[in-house]
């Protein structure tokens, strides 16, 4: 099972899981309309699986990919609420812009 | 373990309610089996039983903190009847509460960064749609984004955290994690993956627990929730985060906490000088009571801080002591804004309508500031006693400086509810005999923990 770390040192894969999780919460904290939001956070919780499948490879022990399915249902169930949120905002103010939302402050 | 079955089944239940037509019946029998559920778990007391190979351990620590959490439930039901009211919707609110509270309880008992995982998920998934659970109010919506967002965002840093350690000590099991670090550390070689992933944890369940500088989310969602929800949030929620928090770090990372301490020490100051702080300009009594809970979020940090043998009872004994104080203060803000105005200055002329009602009102809100009588004040005692025995006696002079910064703004509520009401303003709806009823059981609690402390600190430790 090693034989694709010998290819590719797990370095390259911690630095690739770590360059993808920067470029979403980069996305997160920049972009304002909240369908791009959501796939940042997609991509964070992607590079977290890869990163994960590359450890249980290196390791290997099972429970590391057993927890990608984990957070793969996990992720699946969280968009589906946040869109259904978002849908209700749009029926509201006809806007997926977040910056819109202003009405809570100090 | 009983009890978490039995509150999944209610949950299920309360689903079903909506086809088989027996909605009547939901919030009586939520009510049985969530006492059933409390008394099963103090009936496990003292058994400490692994479960499912070791996903879920339900110590004593687990035992009263699923206690505790299910009890508060039942005293957030009290007043929450209205929020079941409603034909086309009172299942799902139901449903969505038991599985909050079922991912509460997982929270408090995973012996497995998985379990963590998947009982934040279920608690945090529910609660969104709690938070945006009035639709056509925009402030709520806004609520439910915020809250989303920021909590997806905070469970990328958990989980980029949770895939660091995994990386380092090769299982997701606390107890091999803990034997990990301590052989490791023994030896001076703690990997650098295990710091990363430490660091990450503490940022992911910083924001969950709404410490600053991880809070601003707080007062928004706090405010634009239904006030019945963000009571709900305030206290019980933030209850099973904090056990979450203290179980993961005095498991796995007592022997590295000389790298992550002094971090949370500082985080841990700041968070209760600015929660303390920015209430006092608050004239909205929601976001009062928002702001507070981050406060006190800062005074719970510190046990986690102190980690030694006496601050596992004491983090439970301030969880209990704030999570009454609070849910007596939201009761009273409920019971006066049913107008939609949750302004400070509706509680004026409160004690001359309400003579006794605002006597057990004034005894919560010195509670929560920890005036001596009441349960408030013995909790930050074993906080700070903790928190000086494991030398950090600069946090204890911080703490007690915010603490006089808090009897500030909590005592402008007791003054303004003594003072008279002035002619031209609207007389506030009077309190119904559940609201009543829950600040009679919250004061005379905090007034009996305060009379006999040492029983709940005394069962961690």
């Not at chain 1, 034989?3 to 590719?8: D, K, W």
């Not at chain 2, 239904?226 to 209850?239: E, G, N, S």
């Not at chain 2, 302004?343 to 005036?371: C, M, P, Q, T, Y």
Request: charged content about 10%.
């Amino acid at each position: 099972m090693n034989s694709i770390l010998q290819v590719i040192p797990l370095n390259y894969y911690v630095a690739l899981a770590a360059i993808l999780f920067s470029i979403g919460v980069m996305g997160v904290m920049f972009r304002r309309n909240a369908i791009i939001v959501f796939m940042c956070i997609e991509l964070m919780l992607n590079a977290v699986n890869m990163l994960l499948t590359a450890f249980s490879t290196y390791h290997g022990d099972a429970s590391g990919q057993v927890m990608v399915f984990f957070i793969m249902a996990v992720a699946a169930a969280e968009v589906a609420v946040g869109l259904a949120i978002l849908v209700m905002i749009y029926n509201n103010i006809r806007t997926v812009d977040i910056n819109e939302l202003n009405k809570l402050k100090w | 373990m009983k009890a978490l079955i039995v509150i999944a089944l209610l949950g299920v239940v309360a689903m079903m309610s909506e086809v088989f037509r027996f909605k009547k019946l939901l919030l009586p029998l939520v009510v049985v089996g969530l006492l059933a559920a409390c008394g099963l778990a103090i009936g496990d007391w003292n058994t400490a039983i692994r479960y499912y190979s070791d996903m879920v351990y339900f110590d004593n620590y687990a035992l009263a903190f699923t206690s505790l959490i299910i009890f508060i439930t039942l005293l957030w039901l009290i007043i929450s009847k209205e929020y079941f009211a409603s034909d086309s919707s009172r299942a799902e609110h139901a449903t969505l509460i038991l599985f909050t509270l079922c991912g509460g309880v997982i929270m408090t008992a995973y012996s497995d960064l998985s379990m963590f995982f998947i009982g934040l998920e279920i608690l945090s998934i529910s609660l969104y749609v709690l938070a945006s659970s009035n639709k056509h109010d925009l402030k709520s919506n806004e609520a439910g984004m915020k809250y989303f967002l920021m909590g997806s965002f905070a469970t990328g840093f958990l989980l980029f955290g949770m895939a660091l350690i995994y990386g380092a000590a090769a299982s997701f099991n606390l107890v091999k994690i803990a034997e990990y670090i301590q052989t490791t550390s023994a030896h001076g070689q703690t990997p650098m993956f295990v710091y990363a992933g430490v660091l990450l944890m503490m940022v992911g369940l910083m924001f969950k627990v709404s410490a600053v500088p991880f809070h601003f989310w707080a007062p928004d969602v706090y405010e634009g929730a239904p006030t019945l929800i963000t009571a709900f949030m305030a206290t019980v929620v933030k209850t099973a985060a904090f056990a979450a928090f203290y179980r993961l770090f005095s498991t796995c990372f007592g022997d590295i906490s000389g790298f992550w301490a002094q971090t949370l020490a500082i985080i841990s100051a700041i968070t209760m000088l600015a929660g303390n702080v920015l209430a006092v300009s608050q004239t909205s009594l929601k976001r009062l009571l928002a702001y507070s809970s981050i406060a006190h979020a800062g005074y719970m940090l510190m046990a986690i801080v102190a980690m030694n043998n006496i601050s596992g009872g004491a983090i439970f004994l301030y969880a209990t002591a704030y999570s009454l104080g609070s849910l007596g203060a939201f009761a009273c803000l409920h019971a006066i804004s049913k107008y939609g105005d949750e302004s400070i200055e509706n509680l004026r002329g409160f004690a001359a309508d309400n003579k006794i009602w605002a006597a057990f009102l004034g005894l919560i809100v010195l509670s929560l500031a920890g005036i001596p009588p009441v349960a408030g004040f013995f909790a930050k005692y074993y906080i700070f006693y903790g928190v000086l025995q494991s030398n950090f006696a600069w946090l204890v002079l911080v703490a007690i400086v915010s603490s006089l910064i808090g009897v500030y703004y909590y005592f402008r509520i007791i003054i303004i509810m003594l003072q008279p009401r002035s002619e031209t303003a609207s007389v506030l709806p009077s309190l119904t005999g559940a609201h009543k009823a829950l600040l009679l059981i919250s004061a005379l609690l905090a007034l009996g923990i305060g009379i006999f402390p040492a029983f709940l600190q005394g069962l961690l430790s």
